[in-house]
């Protein structure tokens, strides 16, 4: 019971973040923090923005506190409340077909992030509510982890891509990262392609359960 009227209330909140964050034409904002500030990775993913204007949100930092794969991509970006910060990125307007395959490929279904509806202060003077993508779930939420160069790097060359503030580009330049040894990665390489598609397969349920697996 407790389980489904958390489902319900969930629901709730993500059509009201959406309706939040969707303009008179129908198109929703989304800020984007991480990975998705990359051209590249929103073209591997199918996204095109019909506009992207640099934003700043204030009030939060950036943390890696999403859980990865241990052996590859330790932590994943996330946003944690912090009145003496702020986190820079990108406001994307998505059609409604690209925002749901956004939230599709960040883990929507399987409940790895909540849509939260936030104020973006754009570096061109307007303030635009846009969805973000904050993780909250138990399952996928740990302490603070180092991220790898990969994903890093795809925040470094978003933040360059999109001219964001040069002291926010130096923050993540001085990020320090995961380092990989061979072993670990001998180990990613035959088992990253197998819990891949694993994932892809298998029922939200159980993806969650797998993954606390490889987390304990």
């Known amino acids: 019971v407790c389980a489904a009227a958390s489902s319900v209330f969930h629901a709730m909140a993500s059509s009201t973040a959406r309706s939040s964050a969707t303009d008179a034409e129908g198109f929703v904002w989304n800020f984007a923090y991480g990975s998705n500030m990359c051209a590249e990775k929103r073209a591997y993913r199918g996204i095109a923005p019909t506009e992207i204007v640099a934003g700043r949100l204030v009030g939060y930092r950036l943390s890696f506190s999403v859980k990865g794969l241990p052996w590859l991509d330790p932590g994943m970006g996330n946003l944690s409340v912090d009145a003496t910060s702020e986190v820079h990125g990108v406001l994307l307007r998505l059609s ?3 925002y749901d395959r956004l939230y599709d490929t960040e883990g929507g279904p399987i409940g790895t992030y909540r849509e939260c509806c936030v104020p973006i202060q754009c570096y061109d003077g307007r303030t635009i509510d846009a969805i973000a993508f904050i993780a909250s779930n138990p399952a996928v939420l740990g302490e603070e982890y180092l991220p790898s160069v990969r994903y890093l790097s795809m925040l470094r ?17 001085a990020n320090p990262t995961h380092a990989i040894g061979v072993l670990g990665y001998l180990f990613a390489c035959i088992m990253t392609p197998l819990l891949l598609t694993m994932i892809r397969t298998m029922p939200p349920r159980y993806t969650l359960r797998l993954m606390r697996v490889f987390w304990r």
């Open 157 to 173: 060359r978003g933040a360059k891509e999109n001219a964001l503030s040069d002291a926010y580009r130096r923050f993540l330049d």
């Open 96 to 98: 409604p077909k690209d």
